[in-house]
Structure formats: C-alpha cells, structure tokens
C-alpha cells in the first residue's frame, strides 16, 4: 500500500521560506509522477507543480519563479522549496503520486502559515 507523508511545514515571517518534504513508501517511487498541491482556509484545492520520473518540471503561474519542485529518487522523496512567501501562501500542502493504472494517491497534508 502507497503512502505518502509531507512534513517540513510551520510559522515563517513574509519574505521568508520553508521546503516542503513528501515521503513514498509502499512503493517504487521513481515511476511517480508527483505533483504538490495547497488548500488555503475556505478555498478549493489549487495545483502548484508536478516533476515526471525523469524530472521534467511544471509550475502554476501562481508560484512560478519562487517555489521549485525537486525530487529525490534515493531518498523516495519530492520536495517543494518555497520562497518569498507572503500571507497568501497560507494553506494545507499536500503532495500526490499518480501513475497509468494505479489509484492516485494523497497524503495527509502538512500546514504552512505566513505571519509577522
């Protein structure tokens, strides 16, 4: 069973960053296309950016130029490194692993907040 743990949230200051971690297990990692996800208070789920197998990269136009996706095929683990961040950016961060044929797959989320 695939199962997917983000971590690497908390308080920062505007201006300031945070990299977000999303661990896999229960799977083979390198064949996931992963995508990272938020969920600001009372908003839809929104997609921030996916990174393929072979680390080809996508980004939303929201954070295009301040977050970046990146993955470790080693360590089963894709990150997200976000910079700048401003009160906006506040919401539940959640990671996704899709391949062809199988389920998609959610972890549980992990809370980031921006606030002096």
């Known amino acids: 069973q695939v199962q997917l743990v983000e971590s690497g949230g908390g308080l920062v200051q505007p201006g300031g960053s945070l990299r977000l971690s999303c661990v896999l297990s229960g799977g083979a990692f390198s064949i996931y296309r992963m995508r990272w996800y938020r969920q600001p208070p009372g908003k839809q789920r929104e997609f921030l950016a996916w990174?393929?197998?072979?680390?080809?990269?996508y980004y939303s136009d929201s954070v295009k130029g301040r977050f970046t996706i990146s993955r470790d095929n080693t360590e089963n683990t894709v990150y997200l490194q976000m910079n700048s961040l401003n009160p906006e950016d506040r919401a539940v961060y959640y990671c996704?692993?899709?391949?062809?044929?199988?389920?998609?797959?959610w972890g549980q989320g992990t809370q980031v907040t921006v606030s002096s």
């Open positions: 996704e692993a899709t391949h062809l044929g199988q389920p998609d797959y």
């Open positions: 990174i393929t197998s072979a680390g080809g990269t």
